[in-house]
């Protein structure tokens, strides 16, 4: 029922900008927070950003200044805008969605950034 689907990934050479979206289905998109890890290949799942159903929104270190997360409540979707891309932001970028303890996680999109 539940359904999160990534889009716009690719590849991109450094310094080079992406912008990701995740179409959400089946929950009430609004009542949830809404975010995104990565994963890069051999390395653990990182939090990347998140955008609370209130309205705040928080960025890891490794990316604050460079990617800003946004949401459209109207479209259900979340957007991760992604500038100054350097070749360690290369990973697999999952979006997730919380609603208290409940959690649902999209299959991700790829992005690779070129030196």
């Known amino acids: 029922q539940v359904q999160l689907v990534e889009s716009g990934g690719g590849l991109v050479q450094a310094g080079g900008s992406l912008r990701l979206s995740c179409a959400a289905s089946?929950?009430?998109?609004?009542?949830?927070?809404m975010g995104w890890y990565r994963q890069a290949s051999g390395q653990q799942r990182e939090f990347i950003a998140r955008?609370?159903?209130?309205?705040?929104?928080n960025t890891a270190d490794s990316v604050k200044g460079r990617f800003t997360i946004s949401r459209d409540n109207a479209k259900n979707t979340v957007y991760l805008q992604m500038n100054s891309l350097k070749p360690e932001d290369t990973a697999v970028y999952y979006c997730?969605?919380?609603?208290?303890?409940?959690?649902?996680w999209g299959q991700g999109t790829q992005v690779t950034v070129s030196s």
């Open positions: 997730y969605a919380r609603y208290y303890a409940y959690e649902s």
């Open positions: 089946g929950i009430s998109f609004s009542l949830n927070t």
């Open positions: 955008y609370t159903n209130s309205g705040s929104t």
